[in-house]
């Protein structure tokens, strides 16, 4: 009986067992679920939280260089401005007769020769090729006695005079005695053989005459400054030789001379003429031969004059009789 009693109590609790541990696994579900589902739900709050707060940051960091670049954009203009208007306001140093404006003119000394120094300066914004200086423009530049504009016309004379317009120079062909420049141009030479290896050459042609002649700096600036035409330049370089007076009429004795004669003759010997000048008790001048041009100017074109010729080709000597002593000058004429 007591078996049957057990058996029964047994079968009673059996039920209330596992009811018992149905609902313990029931609540240890729930109770496991609770916090799983809490953690991942914090998990995804702080992530989305320090998402908002680094886009915040970033934001913020994002403005913060934006108003610097500004900032320094606007500082960078208002310099350039300011440069550009302090550049404005600068005055030149002059103005030529062109409108070209001189800026930057200065002296430096050389860095190879302290004793040679250089002047240039800046036109228009482009600089000057320098200028070697005299001795006495370099004590006065160093002493301020010597202007911009000075120096401009010592070193850079064709730089302000008034330039050639286009119609002008197309025009300016004709010469002082009616012919044309049927052709003009400007060469280096660059033949290695030729003594004039490297310089700046002239080429004209004028009728049936073809001539070259080796440039002076100042021809050659005028050529490139276009400061004169075609016909100033030909009556310059090839004056002589195309016998015109205007070649002639630079020549000029000095005044107060007494030139007694001017004797140009041939001489036996050599069958050339020959130029003297007799000054009287100041004594003669050495005999010095006559090139075919200048006799061909001389006695047939009869473009240049006796002393036209004398002063052309004996006036250190003539003065130098006009500056000798009285008892030079007679120890002189007995020679």
Do not use: C
């Not at 709050?45 to 707060?53: A, N, W």
């Amino acid at each position: 009986m007591a078996s049957k009693r057990n058996q029964e109590e047994a079968k009673q609790d059996a039920p209330l067992g596992e009811k018992k541990t149905r609902r313990a696994k029931k609540t240890a579900k729930k109770e496991d679920g609770i916090p799983a589902v809490s953690e991942e739900s914090t998990a995804e709050q702080q992530t989305k939280t320090k998402t908002k707060t680094a886009k915040a940051t970033v934001e913020k960091t994002d403005a913060a260089v934006d108003t610097a670049v500004k900032a320094a954009d606007t500082t960078k203009v208002e310099t350039a401005q300011e440069t550009t208007e302090e550049k404005k306001h600068r005055e030149p140093q002059m103005v030529t007769v062109n409108g070209q404006k001189v800026t930057h003119g200065h002296a430096f000394q050389s860095t190879i020769n302290p004793d040679i120094w250089f002047f240039t300066a800046k036109l228009d914004g482009v600089q000057l090729r320098p200028m070697p200086m005299s001795a006495e423009d370099t004590a006065a530049y160093q002493q301020r006695n010597i202007s911009v504009e000075q120096l401009m016309q010592n070193y850079y004379p064709t730089k302000l005079l008034p330039k050639v317009s286009k119609e002008e120079y197309a025009a300016g062909n004709v010469l002082s005695d009616g012919r044309t420049v049927d052709k003009l141009n400007v060469y280096k030479e660059h033949d290695e053989t030729r003594n004039d290896y490297g310089r700046y050459k002239l080429y004209a042609v004028v009728g049936e005459q073809r001539m070259t002649q080796v440039m002076t700096t100042a021809d050659l600036n005028a050529f490139f400054d276009r400061t004169v035409t075609p016909a100033q330049l030909v009556e310059r370089n090839f004056g002589e030789k195309l016998h015109l007076a205007s070649a002639y009429a630079q020549y000029r004795l000095p005044e107060g001379v007494d030139v007694k004669d001017i004797r140009i003759a041939k001489e036996k010997s050599s069958n050339a003429w020959h130029i003297s000048v007799n000054m009287g008790e100041q004594g003669r001048t050495p005999k010095k031969p006559l090139t075919f041009d200048d006799g061909y100017s001389y006695f047939t074109a009869k473009t240049a004059s006796r002393e036209q010729l004398a002063a052309k080709y004996l006036l250190p000597e003539i003065k130098e009789l006009m500056n000798a002593p009285k008892q030079e000058r007679s120890l002189s004429v007995k020679r």
